[in-house]
């Protein structure tokens, strides 16, 4: 059982967990994740993982907040396709 289907839906997620997740499709990583256990907040999600900014629930958190598994669950990925050859990407909303 993976990081990420080991967590209950109020448990805070970790960058573990999250990383957990991005391997298993269920966000698209926008760097390298660290495994180091550390809670994730808002802030860090949004640089972690591929997120929306379109929802407004998500967007009222202070950048601070601990992140639970509901949370980041609720917030809707933005799908990112590629668009040309050199490397240039289009974000779908």
């Not at 390298?32 to 629930?57: C, F, G, M």
Request: net charge negative; charged share 15%.
């Amino acid at each position: 059982m993976g990081a990420w289907s080991g967590i209950t839906e109020n448990e805070l997620i970790t960058d573990t967990d999250l990383s957990d997740a991005a391997n298993a499709g269920i966000f698209t990583a926008l760097t390298t994740i660290p495994t180091t256990n550390k809670v994730v907040t808002k802030e860090r999600a949004i640089t972690y993982v591929n997120l929306s900014a379109t929802d407004n629930t998500f967007n009222g958190l202070s950048n601070t907040k601990m992140m639970n598994k509901t949370i980041l669950a609720s917030v809707n990925q933005v799908e990112t396709i590629p668009f040309n050859e050199l490397g240039i990407y289009y974000t779908l909303k």
